[in-house]
């Protein structure tokens, strides 16, 4: 299992006429398909941490957009450490 950091549009079935992105930590399984997301925190031991992770920010806005309930319709199948 891998993970970075992806824009995802989040879609709420309720209300799929409204468009929400956020920058999410996506996770992928064994087969290299996102499986998974949480919203990330800003946060580190140092300032050099938090520097590397608006830095991986900026790199996710350069792929592709995910979609919510598109893009993560896959099992989790990778093994758990």
Do not use: T
Not at 25 to 45: F, H, I, L, R, T
Not at 48 to 60: N, S, T, V
């Amino acid at each position: 299992m891998y993970w970075n950091h992806r824009v995802v549009q989040i879609v709420d079935p309720k209300f799929p006429e409204e468009v929400f992105f956020e920058v999410q930590e996506v996770y992928y399984n064994d087969k290299d398909q996102p499986c998974g997301y949480c919203d990330p925190c800003v946060g580190g031991e140092n300032l050099d941490e938090i520097k590397l992770q608006i830095e991986r920010f900026a790199e996710c806005l350069n792929k592709p957009i995910l979609i919510s309930n598109v893009d993560f319709n896959h099992e989790y199948d990778a093994e758990v450490v």
